[in-house]
Nanobody, 118 residues
Framework: VQLQASGGGQVQPGGSLRLSCLASEGTFSNYAGAWFRQAPGKEREFVASIRWNGRNKYHAHSVRGRFTISRDNAKNTVHLQMDNLKPEDTAVYYC????????????WGQGTLVTVSS
């Protein structure tokens, strides 16, 4: 599976962005999807994951209530809707795929930069 992340950009605090992860090769519906992020000087951290059929979703405590992961298997895509963004959400966001939403994740996209600043 080859993954392509898109949708990053610069937004003011309190704003929204929607990230997309497209599987350009392979069938995304065979895999759980996930988003991770890495802020400058910090380790990569888990953000959210979703089971292959969309029935189970998991969100990190730091984003719960603000971010929502979803998927459209007909379009081979997993999304991350990010609302009420905060400066501490600034990071490169990576999408990933694996057999289970708890990991491990064997396939990774290239990352998309999200900057939250006024």
């Amino acid at each position: 599976v080859q993954l392509q992340a898109s949708g990053g950009g610069q937004v003011q605090p309190g704003g929204s962005l929607r990230l997309s992860c497209l599987a350009s090769e392979g069938t995304f519906s065979n895999y759980a999807g996930a988003w991770f992020r890495q802020a400058p000087g910090k380790e990569r951290e888990f953000v959210a994951s979703i089971r292959w059929n969309g029935r189970n979703k998991y969100h990190a405590h730091s984003v719960r209530g603000r971010f929502t992961i979803s998927r459209d298997n007909a379009k081979n895509t997993v999304h991350l809707q990010m609302d009420n963004l905060k400066p501490e959400d600034t990071a490169v966001y990576y999408c990933a795929a694996g057999e289970d939403p708890s990991g491990p994740f064997d396939y990774w996209g290239q990352g998309t930069l999200v900057t939250v600043s006024s």
